[in-house]
């Protein structure tokens, strides 16, 4: 359990990470993915032309992410977390805006790199940075703004999208960050000098850290690579053709959605218990068995077509989305130390983002060529070993392995 004396020291920066968090929701595959009707009826696209473009806006903002995100490090947090809420207003008005299929593109680069990207990543590398014992608490913590987000919009967007252009429900979405979000994260970082004072006052042993260049040379962090890879590309690429996945094991797109729910629970769930676990063990313990859940989810997906299969398995991939996000959020900075962590970790999260770019597309080709669900989730499952053992293999070189 996450003792309440713990959430009342910390509460404001908890907030922030938490607001961050929530605030990335209209940038993520799930939210965006709302629209997809509304989009390709407006400009005309087929399933296939609609996911190049968001597969185009995903890869260039993944390109650029490795750039933007090491300005955490420079940057006050407060000015870097405004530019960011403003960046992914900005998005979000574009799309409303948007007259051609490639403007969609455009506006989809920067909900991603504002959204999914530069949002994700000031919550998650702020605790990462300003929490020691307690990392993995406040990364679960902050953390929760993801399930709060994924339970809250899609029922409030298909009620909206009943009343309501699909357009302004972007504006409305662009209204909520400069309104309510901005201003709310000002103030929860109100006073926060003091805060990355004592960080630079805790000598080097606290903020000093590995720079990316030494991260990249290291054939350690290639080893993690793998794994670090998986939760985002399987969990985009299975979702994003869900359609697909019901039609050929005849489950109703009801019981699809329904079993989101789970999810959720099951993410909260897990990303609780995994952020204590990581303040006990640590990170660098854990990160060979954090892909188990996912590894679970893809055997269930395969093992048949019976009903309670879809809720299982959304189940499970919520499980193995709450203990990715504990574990990877901390292990960073458990590895490298924290004065460059917002390079590293942006070069991580855009790795990532490249995947989620990547999946729908390979996923999609599979599946043209006549390969069943069944067989692809084995294989995912059989990637999942492959990375679980790479991973164990990079721990285990060394007391420390990632010696600098």
Sequence with gaps: MIPIAFIRAHGRLLGFGLVMAFSSSFGQTFFISLFGGEIRAEFGLTNGEFGALYSIGTLASAALLVFGGRLIDRWPLALFAGAVLLGLALGCLALSAAESAAAVAVA??????F????????????????????????????ALGYPLGEAMFPPLVVALLTGMAWRMVWVGAAAVLVLAALPVTIRLLKGH???????KAAGP?????????????DRHFWHLVPALLAPSFISTGIVFHQVHVAA??????TLIAGSFSLYALANVGSVMA??????????RRLVAFFLAPLLLACLTLASSDAAYVAPAFFALLGAGAGFTTAIL??????????????????????????????????LGFLIDAGIGIEAIALGCALYCVGASALAARALSDHTDPFDR
């Design 205 to 217: 042993e606290r903020a000093g850290s590995a720079t990316l260049g030494q991260v990249l040379r």
């Design 193 to 199: 000098g003091a805060r990355d004072a004592a960080l």
């Design 248 to 253: 050929t094991k005849g489950w109703p797109m």
């Design 274 to 283: 995994a952020g204590v676990l990581v303040d006990r063990y640590s990170a």
């Design 108 to 113: 989809v680069f920067g909900l991603r790199f």
């Design 329 to 362: 959020g901390t292990l960073w900075a458990e590895l490298y130390g924290v004065a460059h962590l917002g390079a590293i970790r942006a070069f991580a999260q855009a790795a990532m983002v490249f995947s989620t770019g990547l999946a729908p597309a390979i």
């Design 115 to 142: 959204g999914q990207g530069l949002t994700s990543h000031a919550s998650l590398t702020a605790m990462a940075r300003y929490f020691d014992r307690e990392r993995g608490r406040a990364v679960a913590i902050a």
